[in-house]
């Protein structure tokens, strides 16, 4: 990307996106906004793609929010606009079908905790914490918080978002509560772990894992027997792609499979 604020790799199928910006606790600024939804339309959109990663900088700070330094009182005629317009920086904003892993490598704070909610898996290290500030800066947590209900529960959610800079939420009691899937050691291992996973995630069939992901997803916004039918009929649609019988095939002939990357399959 033009913006060195995010780090943008792409390897045997794998993207990275890295913030970065540890001077200021890798926060967010427009510019690295801009950079952010320009990544993700990348990923979803390049077949050779098929799993993406974020992380941050170092090992003291994941993400801590929208940076203070470039924050504007009101964003312009942001306040007129509806939020899927304006917000489009993490990979469900973006509705990036492919599976993202989100590595907590330090503190999640505010706007950073978006990545929490809104990836697939996420792996953290156990020297990270997550917190919520916005209280304490006279701001709303109307929107990451909801993410973090969605994932953790209502408790942790309003743990957050009300006790705001008076309390961090250790990386151990996230894990325990659901927002965190995957516990390592450190930073290093937590973006090593998020690489081993992700490239066996890599090696699936990209039909079924986007059809999977939408699902499951689907299910934090449908009641049943709704959510159940949508699941089923993204099941049967599967049957006539031609991963559907590739899968099998290289399973009896004891090979890898060759999966379709054409969208057009889909």
């Known amino acids: 990307m033009d913006d060195l604020s995010l780090l943008f790799t792409v390897e045997n199928g794998i993207a990275e996106l890295t913030l970065n910006r540890p001077a200021e606790g890798n926060a967010m600024t427009p510019e690295m906004l801009v950079a952010l939804e320009a990544a993700w339309d990348k990923i979803e959109n390049d077949p050779e793609i098929r799993v993406a990663i974020i992380t941050g900088t170092g090992e003291r700070h994941f993400c801590t929010g929208a940076s203070v330094s470039k924050l504007e009182v009101g964003q312009g005629t942001l306040q007129n606009k509806p939020n899927a317009a304006v917000n489009r920086f993490s990979p469900r904003m973006c509705r990036v079908s492919k599976p993202v892993i989100c590595a907590v490598n330090g503190l999640a704070n505010g706007g950073g905790l978006h990545f929490v909610a809104d990836s697939d898996i996420v792996i953290a290290s156990k020297l990270a914490a997550f917190m919520d500030t916005h209280v304490s800066v006279g701001q709303v947590s109307g929107l990451e918080s909801i993410g973090i209900a969605r994932r953790a529960g209502l408790g ?78 993204l099941l049967k649609s ?29």
């Open 156 to 233: 942790a959610a309003l743990l957050l978002g009300l006790a705001g800079k008076s309390y961090r939420m250790p990386a151990e009691r996230a894990y325990q509560l659901g927002m965190v899937d995957l516990l390592e050691e450190n930073a290093a291992g937590t973006i090593a772990r998020a690489r081993e996973l992700a490239k066996s995630i890599a090696a699936n069939s990209p039909q079924a894992m986007a059809h999977t992901k939408r699902a499951i997803w689907a299910s934090t916004e449908m009641h049943d027997p709704v959510a159940l039918e949508f699941g089923w009929e």
């Open 238 to 266: 599967h049957w006539a792609h031609p991963d559907f019988t590739e899968g099998p095939k290289a399973f009896f002939e004891k090979r890898p499979p060759v999966w379709n990357t054409d969208p057009n399959a889909r």
